[in-house]
């Protein structure tokens, strides 16, 4: 069953879907790596972070807003993610399999280790706080403010979105080869039940860690060999490389 607020004045039955015949009416944004790379310097901070951690993890962003630095255990390279937040309001994550454990890259860690050093500190210990108010960003915000004018400057059109992210991180996960299982459970999906029930949960292994790094290491390409000032490494594809490339980067 789907719910949500829905404003007054709009027809309730565009809420209505029909299995097998009710079809998404536009296809999702996805970046290339290139499209990525290049949006990315056109985001200023704290956004640009807001956007790594988006595709870096491929979270909702009511999920990315709704962060604090207790979610993230830094020594095990895990973050838990147990809550959302929407125009103020917080929430807990629904089911066990958003309430779960996501592995954390080495180089994510490192940036989210020196944002915590430089982000406005709030009372609750969110990661993404408005340093007027310390509370949350509002997502809408950001995006209308910063994200869609960013994609513009890099020439991305206008449909380009924080949903973008997401869809991203799916498509480029599913380049490195990993099981169907395991982008469920990276995704956590609602409707994981059905993959579970077939293929067994994937637990935190080293495979799982694997995947996502592979996905992380192409979103900070850009990032990591800038600052090390020696170009990209030779086993990163090229900036117009195809998506199936990825399955071949360690």
């Known amino acids: ?35 990525f790379w290049t949006l990315l310097t056109f985001v200023d ?27 993230f255990d830094f020594d095990n390279l895990t973050v838990r993610v147990q809550r959302g937040i929407v125009r103020g309001r917080v929430d807990v994550v629904k089911t066990e399999y958003s309430n779960d454990d996501l592995p954390l890259d080495s180089d994510l860690c490192a940036i989210l280790k020196h944002w915590k050093n430089q982000c406005p500190v709030s009372p609750d210990g969110w990661v993404f706080s408005n340093p007027t108010t310390l509370k949350p960003y509002w997502q809408e915000n950001v995006c209308v403010d910063h994200i869609k004018p960013a ?21 480029w996960l599913d380049s490195t080869g990993a099981p169907i299982a395991m ?7 609602a409707s994981i039940e059905t993959t579970m029930n077939v293929y067994g949960r994937a637990v935190m292994s080293d495979a799982k860690r694997q995947a996502n790094s592979k996905v ?35």
Not at 50 to 57: F, K
Not at 225 to 238: I, L, Q
Request: glycine share 6%; with cysteine; hydrophobic share 40%.
């Open 45 to 71: 901070e704290p956004y640009r972070t807001m956007v790594l951690v988006a595709q870096c993890l491929g979270l909702r962003i009511s999920e990315v807003m709704a962060l604090q630095w207790s979610d």
């Open 183 to 189: 982008q469920r459970e990276l995704m956590r999906h």
């Open 151 to 171: 994609a513009l400057k890099a020439g991305l059109g206008t449909n380009i979105g924080w949903h973008t992210f997401r869809h991203t991180y799916r498509t």
């Open 1 to 35: 069953m789907k719910w949500a607020l829905y404003p007054l004045g709009r027809n309730p039955m565009e809420l209505v879907e029909i299995k097998d015949v009710t079809k998404r009416e536009k296809q999702p944004r996805v970046l290339r790596y290139d499209e």
């Open 216 to 250: 992380v290491q192409m979103a900070l390409r850009s990032v990591l060999s800038t600052k090390a000032k020696s170009g990209a490494s030779e086993k990163v594809p090229p900036l117009n490389a195809p998506l199936s490339s990825l399955a071949g980067v360690p």
